[in-house]
């Protein structure tokens, strides 16, 4: 049997998850998510985690409650270790609650990791306290959206209007704010009592506008606020621009679109998240490890003074040192090899093993690797192990080969085009990039293997196309799109530096 974590993630900036909560997510084998939970939490899994999405679509849920109650206690029936992660807190306004309930009522074992509530979270990153000293002594937390089984609120609105001296913070309100507003003002609330909505808080590209209380239906119609939003109705709504913080970056309010496999996409997230962006993290490529055991074989058993490895990915590094622990065991038969990288990127991944390159190419392609190595004094008469994926070209060892250099193809991993779930297109739809970013050429294939042409020129209609290197750009080219900017440097600290600038100016 196995065990459910009812998870709040935190009300959309992925670093307010909890500690706990990311421990559970990295052991996680089966994750069930909402729409308001942030892509990058669930793209950076591990590629054998089950992801179930049971957020909402235009409105209306995709599974009913009672489909996500049954699907976490057969998960768990099923032995599996559950996150049902949850946007914000999944105790306040979260139906958690009920989710926790429900699985007691059916002896599942569960376990209850509170979130940073989008009440606390939204106001602070507008610059808003919820409780101050001199302006509010206490905060309320009210709901403004009525339960479907219910024909009206529950919410004793007249009592809330006559609570003075406090913060009250309203949660799904933006349909019922005429009402709403109202209601309070009939029952003795100042109707110039300060007001502030915040749409989609904690994000780079969250929105907040202030009114007084008789004027926020007027200025939520003005200004097309929609859900995720949140009312903050008091007095410290005036100390927001003494203490607004968020915005002093380059990439401020930009939405960045990553194409890079999730589980490598992390460096440049962070980095991107730093000069100020909305990181989309939408994958469009995604590497699972393979072992190709006869290979191995033919590795351990190889005698020579005169051995190399060759590595011409990331990818190619990250998993050949993971398998070597298992077929080798002792580090330290590295020793016998030199080794070839192409690339900043293999050059950076074989460092993070502290392992250093004795043969770096002038070029950055496969082909010009395999050039310059058949040219070299130092692998003639060598060995070559070719440490490789499934789409990797056989263009190294064809060549090398032809030099009279015996070569052992190793291939350690598979690239895949992984299918994006309905719910990422319709976000990309909702919010469109303005840049996306491509580190490969087939990254840029793998995005026209998820969209029709008519949803890639929706989403990519304004969006700055950014592109790591030459080869790249010639993908990006061949689908009809032009690249808006291509780095000086393929790597990716300074592709978001540069990235950066450009974006400044442009």
Partial sequence: MGTVYLVGAGPGDPGLI?????????????????????????????????RHYVGKRADRPCKSQEEINALMVQL????????????????????????????????????????????????????????????ASFVMFVTGHKAREKSFSTVPWEWVAKAKGGTIVIYMGVGEIER???????????????????ERGTYPSQRVVTAPLKDMPRRVKEHHIKPPSIFVIGEVVDLKPVMEWLGDKPLFGKRIMVTRPGDQAQEMYRLLREKGAE?????TLATIEDTNESAWDTVKQLRSDNKWLVFTSHNGVRYFVHQMFT???????????????MGHGTVRALEEY????????????????????AQSPEVKNGTVVRVCGNLDTDSVTGTLT?????????????????????????????????????TSGRGVEGLFKNLSQD????????????????????????HGLKVSFESNTPAIPALVDELAAFMKSD
């Fill in 18 to 50: 909890t500690a706990r909560g990311r421990e559970l997510l990295a052991l996680c084998t089966a994750v069930i998510y909402d729409n308001l939970v942030a892509d990058e939490l669930v793209v950076t899994l591990p590629a054998e985690v089950e």
């Fill in 76 to 135: 768990a029936r099923d032995g599996k270790m559950v996150v049902r992660l949850k946007g914000s807190d999944p105790l306040i306004f979260g139906r958690g609650g009920e989710e926790a309930k429900f699985l007691k009522e059916n002896g599942i074992r569960y376990e209850i990791v509170p979130g940073v509530t989008a009440g606390i979270a939204a106001p602070a990153y507008a610059g808003i306290p919820c409780t101050d000293r001199y302006k």
């Fill in 180 to 198: 709403i507003a109202g209601r309070l003002i009939e029952n003795g609330m100042d109707e110039h009592t300060p007001v502030a909505v915040i």
């Fill in 279 to 283: 990181v989309q993290p939408y994958p």
């Fill in 327 to 341: 077929h080798i065991g002792d580090i330290r038969k590295l020793a016998e090899y030199k080794i070839a990288a």
């Fill in 354 to 373: 502290h392992l250093q390159a004795d043969f770096i190419p002038e070029a950055t392609t496969s082909q010009g690797l395999a050039d310059e190595l």
């Fill in 402 to 438: 032809k030099a009279g250099i015996h070569v052992i193809p190793l291939q350690v991993f598979e690239t895949i085009y992984p299918a994006w779930p309905q719910d990422f297109k319709d976000k990309l739809l909702s919010y469109p990039p303005d840049a996306v970013i491509f």
């Fill in 455 to 478: 949803e890639a020129d929706k989403i990519l209609a304004n969006a700055r196309i950014i592109s790591i290197g030459p080869m790249t750009s010639r993908h990006v080219e061949k």
